[in-house]
């Protein structure tokens, strides 16, 4: 490798890596559903250079399609920040119903289901994000939502993803996504499902 380390980067990857898992938990027999996920997108390379290198990053593409630059300076928020409240359906983690492939440079929840009681809505529970756990070969981070459906009918959830809360350089906030999957789970009417990103950084 001209000019950089000659290393089997794929040795290196199997000697530390943060991988990333999601699990679904239904809240009414407790069974949990694990599957695997890699689908970290475009706003979260650029989000993590600009505070590790502790720089603003522009050309960062909002939840709305809207072109932004990161604020890496901002003292009000993080590029990660994630704490969304009970019925906030705008950052943390998100569901909808859309199908399309995910592609690296994917910026937005393709069919957003809406927060609320109406029909096609889930009811948003607050966000929840551990502190770093101990696992087996490293640490854990886990980001986990419940969604309560009330709306009178079974809803299909066919995709996730994670949206961050940050601010441009006007202090304005700003909604990134960071993660996106194609995930199918049916929700019945009055039931509920706790969805969970696990971060694991293992060495």
Do not use: P
């Not at 490798?1 to 290196?12: C, H, I, P, Q, T």
């Amino acid at each position: 490798m001209e000019g950089g380390d000659s290393r089997n980067l794929s040795v290196l990857s199997r000697i530390s890596s943060i991988q990333l898992s999601i699990e679904i938990e239904d809240v009414k027999t407790g069974l949990i559903t694990v599957a695997d996920t890699h689908s970290w997108v475009k706003a979260m390379a650029q989000i993590f250079s600009a505070q590790m290198g502790n720089v603003d990053i522009a050309v960062i593409l909002d939840t709305a399609g809207a072109t932004f630059t990161f604020d890496n300076g901002n003292t009000n928020s993080s590029g990660f920040r994630s704490d969304a409240a009970i019925n906030d359906d705008t950052f943390g983690l998100l569901v909808g119903t859309g199908t399309t492939a995910v592609l690296k440079n994917d910026n937005t929840i393709e069919t957003l289901i809406d927060d609320g009681t109406a029909a096609g809505e889930l009811e948003y529970g607050v966000m929840v994000v551990s502190a770093a756990l101990v696992v087996a070969g490293g640490y854990r981070v886990t980001l986990s939502r419940q969604f309560d459906n009330n709306s009178g009918g079974n809803i299909t959830v066919k995709e996730c993803g994670w949206v961050s809360e940050c601010r441009d350089t006007s202090n304005v906030k700003k909604k990134a996504l960071l993660i996106h999957d194609l995930q199918t789970q049916l929700i019945n009417d009055t039931e509920s499902k706790v969805f969970k990103y696990n971060v694991d950084f293992l060495f």
